[in-house]
């Protein structure tokens, strides 16, 4: 059993940088796909980006494409979700999850595809 606990997050004024990561424990987060989600106050948590556990593949969220960055460090259990030009818009509750995956590229990218989450870790883009 995979357990995740993020941290990075932060308050930043539009047009700042983040760097979130998510630290995993457990012998098979190697095999694990993970993903980032985030969820704003009164809103739905939504999907933002997610990597292969070969790391090979990434897919993101139209609204982040160009800003955001997620990777892994499987030597170091870690999953990194770099931020930069963050906007108003970004402000949210940001979660990492994970999952077992027998395809070294698969992807998944909704919420119901994950079983194990993190406890999120805020950020605050102020204008």
């Known amino acids: 059993q995979v357990q995740l606990v993020e941290s990075g997050g932060g308050s930043v004024q539009t047009g700042g940088s983040l760097r979130l990561s998510c630290a995993a424990s457990g012998r098979t987060f190697s095999r694990c796909a993970m993903g980032w989600f985030r969820q704003a106050p009164g809103k739905e948590r939504e999907f933002v980006a997610a990597i292969s556990w070969s790391g090979h593949s990434t897919y993101y969220a139209d609204s982040v494409k160009g800003r955001l960055t997620v990777s892994r460090d499987n030597a170091k259990n870690t999953v990194y979700l770099q931020m930069n030009s963050l906007n108003p818009e970004d402000t949210a509750v940001y979660y990492c999850?994970?999952?077992?995956?027998?395809?070294?590229?698969?992807?998944?990218?909704?919420?119901?595809?994950?079983?194990?989450w993190g406890q999120g870790t805020q950020v605050t883009v102020s204008s």
């Open positions: 999850a994970a999952r077992p995956s027998e395809g070294s590229s698969w992807i998944y990218s909704r919420v119901a595809d994950f079983g194990t």
